[in-house]
């Protein structure tokens, strides 16, 4: 996968270098190239950004140097052999992005971000684009952060752990929170290692049973507390057909019961905790 970073902020990236990441690139997965955006101004500040039209606080990033700069990126990655380009733009505008976004996006050969600063970028710039390649707007929480360099970050370590080779284990990522397939409405539960005893504290017993059917049940069971507790909202949205008699046992435990249609959970009423 090719990863073109078009910021004003180059050193915010060097995380890029370390950790997974780091390894993949090292590794040749992950061919990354950062461009520092004001290396298309011509004046003698470097000026990115502009008053907005209409009036009102802040400034806007300008089109020219943004084009520029993503005109000499194309024409690098297509002369170095990559294809597919997807540019994906970090703003809190955009859709979340969640772990379906990012599988979808490892599936991806050549990713382009462009993160911004200010107000964001003048609009024009993602609809030229569009007409070029797909246009990613994603919102990685229902916050504002001083500019999308973060935001980077975030989305690449998610796409780049689901990249074949780059996780030790190719099936780590099968039990993660949000996992399409069993895992996907649901968080990961809690997690334990040696020693089985820490002050005072012991680990489930079921855990050194070394029966794996029951350790599997265990292992869903605590991701539905977990989900329930921290996240309700995501079982509210589970069809009530996607789960089986376990699966439904431990969901009335927990105080919850299929809607009157039977399509979806919800909350029952008057359950003692």
Known sequence: MRLDVVTIFPEYLEPLNVSLVGKARARGQLDVHVHDLREWTYDRHNTVDDTPYGGGPGMVMKTEPWGEALDSAL????????????????????????????????ERPWLIFTPARYEGIDRRVMDEYATRMPVYEVSIGDYVLAGGEAAVLVVTEAVARLLPGVLGNAES??????????????????VYTKPPVWRGRD??????????????????????RRTAQNRPDLIERCEAAGFDKKDREILSVLGWQPSADGRFWRRAEAVEE
């Open 75 to 106: 024409a690098d990655g297509y002369e170095a052999g990559a294809h597919g380009p997807v540019m994906v733009v970090p703003t809190p505008s955009g859709r979340p992005f969640t772990q379906e976004l990012a599988v979808e996006l490892s």
């Open 173 to 190: 990522h099968r039990d993660d929170s949000f996992a399409p397939g069993e895992m996907a409405n649901l968080l990961e539960g809690p």
């Open 203 to 224: 680990i489930p017993e079921v855990l050194l049973s070394g029966h794996h059917g029951k350790i599997a049940r265990w292992r869903r069971d605590e991701a539905f």
